[in-house]
């Protein structure tokens, strides 16, 4: 839970710059994006394309018409920003951006290889997600977020997923919840290897999973969205213990093994629990 990574926050990582260093002579096929363990799958088009300026590249406005072809590079640009995108959210949670640190979308497009428009462009996402901040002339720097933020988010997202899922235990059929096993399984597998990115994405599956039985798509959003606020780190990288991980995970599927059985007294028990006493 967010009150215990909170307390568990220890010294932040030592790092000698504040941005990652840019290495333009990487290739895209080569590329490899913070949090990612594998090359950025970087279409064609987007690696073969020259560095030039962006003003350089010409701008279309709506009185003007596309030029052939300029539908399928905005489609690969998407493309190419979805994955950016992932892998700095990746990043974020495993303590590769660090809180309060200023990055350059050209530098990180070097070390990308790809340009700085699609990365520029992930950033403004992160930005409204309040995962970063815009720095005029400079770049986004990662905000800094305190403990009680953390206690804050935390407490919104039990007034939300608490009587929900209490609710759903009174209502959903054991065989509902038992199709939800191999989400629980995920995430202690995620677990298990101590993967704190590939935990945070499946631990957001479970829970989404859950919350989307009762069948509404506008508090499942709001709730995921809470929940990846959770994950982002606090201004000091917390210690990392994967025994906490796999403490978390068990609850999953002790929380799924008492909803077969409708044991509704441990239900509440456990919801009540995964919300104050562990990182989910």
């Known amino acids: 839970m967010e009150q215990a990574r909170a307390r568990d926050a220890g010294t932040p990582r030592p790092h000698a710059s504040t941005h990652i260093p840019g290495q333009s002579a990487q290739s895209a096929q080569s590329a490899r994006i913070p949090g990612q363990a594998g090359p950025v799958d970087v279409p064609a088009a987007e690696s073969a394309r020259p560095r030039v300026p962006e003003q350089a590249r010409g701008e279309h406005t709506h009185s003007e018409p596309l030029a052939p072809g300029a539908a399928s590079r905005s489609v690969q640009r998407h493309s190419v920003r979805g994955q950016i995108l992932e892998a700095l959210r990746s990043a974020l949670v495993d303590g590769e951006l660090l809180p309060g640190e ?27 997600e309040g995962a970063v901040e815009v720095v005029p002339n400079r770049g986004f ?33 054991a065989a509902r919840w038992a ?56 201004t000091t990288a917390p210690v990392f213990r994967r025994a906490d991980l796999v403490a978390d995970a068990a609850e999953h599927t002790a929380l799924l093994e008492a909803l ?12 009540r629990e995964h919300f104050t006493g562990s990182d989910s």
């Open 102 to 128: 200023v990055y350059s979308a050209p530098v990180l497009g070097d070390r990308f290889g790809v340009s700085a428009t699609p990365v520029r462009e992930a950033m403004q996402q992160l930005a409204t």
């Open 141 to 173: 720097r990662v905000t800094v977020r305190t403990a009680r933020e953390l206690a804050e988010l935390a407490e919104v997202r039990a007034l939300i997923e608490v009587p929900v899922m209490l609710r759903l235990a009174r209502t959903v059929p």
């Open 179 to 234: 199709e939800l096993h191999p989400l629980a399984e995920a995430t202690a597998k995620a677990a298990a290897t101590g993967d704190r990115a590939e935990y945070a994405e499946t631990d957001r599956a479970f829970h989404r999973a859950m919350l989307s039985l009762g069948g509404n798509d506008q508090l499942v959003m709001v709730a995921d969205d809470l929940h990846r606020r959770s994950q982002w780190p606090l």
């Open 260 to 271: 077969i059985a409708q044991d509704l007294p441990v239900v509440q028990s456990l919801v």
